[in-house]
C-alpha cells in the first residue's frame, strides 16, 4: 500500500521568508503527485501536479515543487511567502496500477505566515 | 459547472441515528471517492467507486455504507452514527485518464455527533 509523509506539522514564518515543505512517498510503481491547499473554513484546492515530464512543476500562486525520484520526494517550495498563504497544505499520491486510483495523503502541514 | 456538491454543510446528530451524505458531480467523471479528514491526520479514505454500480472500501469504511446507481451521485450513508464519526466529509470525483486528470473536491460536510 501506498503512503505519504510529511514532516512538518506546524510551520511558522515571516512574511517575504523562503518555504520548503517536505513530503516522502512508499510506493514502488509509478505515480501521479498533488499538492493540495485548504483555506481556512475551505475545501480542498489543487495547487500542482505532476504526471510525468520536467521534474520541477509550477503551480499557482508562485508555488513549485520538484519530484526526485531517487528520494520518493515531492518538496512544495515558494520563494516569498506572504500572509495570505496561511493554510494547512496537504501532499498526495496515487499510483497509476491497480484497481484503485486512489488519493493518499499525508497528515497535513499547518503553514503560519506572521505580518 | 458546478463541479462537486455536497449537502448538507452542517449536520448535528445524535448517537444511534442515520443519516446520508449527498454527492453530485456533474463533470461525467467515473470515480468518486469519500474522505474523511480529523485534525493532524490528513484525509482518510472512506469508500470510493470506479464506476455506476461499482464500489470499494477505502481506508475506514466501518460504519460507513455507499451506492453508486448513477455516474452523478454518490451518497454516503450512516446507518448509527457514533461521536467517533464527528468528522468533516469531503466528496471528491476524478476522470481517470488524459492531460486533465485530477480530483475535484466538494465544500464539504461537518458533522458532530452528539
Known amino acids: 500500500a501506498q503512503s505519504v509523509s510529511q514532516h512538518n506539522h506546524h510551520v511558522i514564518l515571516s512574511e517575504a521568508a523562503s518555504l520548503e515543505l517536505g513530503c516522502n512517498y512508499s510506493?514502488?510503481?509509478?505515480?501521479?503527485l498533488f499538492w493540495y491547499v485548504q483555506y481556512p473554513g475551505q475545501h480542498l484546492q489543487l495547487l500542482l501536479k505532476y504526471f510525468s515530464g520536467d521534474p520541477l512543476v509550477k503551480g499557482i500562486k508562485g508555488f513549485e515543487a520538484e519530484f526526485i525520484k531517487s528520494k520518493f520526494s515531492f518538496n512544495l517550495r515558494k520563494p516569498s511567502v506572504q500572509w495570505s498563504d496561511t493554510a494547512e497544505y496537504f501532499c498526495a499520491v496515487n499510483s497509476l496500477s491497480g484497481s484503485a486510483r486512489q488519493l493518499t495523503f499525508g497528515s497535513g502541514t499547518q503553514l503560519t505566515v506572521l505580518p | 459547472n458546478a463541479g462537486v456538491t455536497q449537502t448538507p454543510k452542517f449536520q448535528v446528530l445524535k448517537t444511534g441515528q442515520s443519516m446520508t451524505l449527498q454527492c453530485a458531480q456533474d463533470m461525467n467523471h467515473e470515480y468518486m471517492s469519500w474522505y474523511r479528514q480529523d485534525p493532524g491526520m490528513g484525509l482518510r479514505l472512506i469508500h470510493y467507486?470506479?464506476?455506476?454500480?461499482?464500489?470499494d472500501q477505502g481506508e475506514v469504511p466501518n460504519g460507513y455504507n455507499v451506492s453508486r446507481s448513477t455516474t452523478e451521485d454518490f451518497p454516503l450513508r450512516l446507518l448509527s452514527a457514533a461521536p467517533s464519526q464527528t468528522s468533516v466529509y469531503f466528496c471528491?470525483?476524478?476522470?481517470?485518464?488524459?492531460?486533465?486528470?485530477?480530483?475535484?473536491f466538494g465544500s464539504g460536510t461537518r458533522l458532530t455527533v452528539v
Open positions: 471528491a470525483s476524478s476522470s481517470p485518464t488524459g492531460s486533465n486528470y485530477g480530483y475535484t
Open positions: 467507486s470506479v464506476g455506476a454500480g461499482i464500489t
Open positions: 510506493y514502488g510503481g509509478t505515480v501521479n
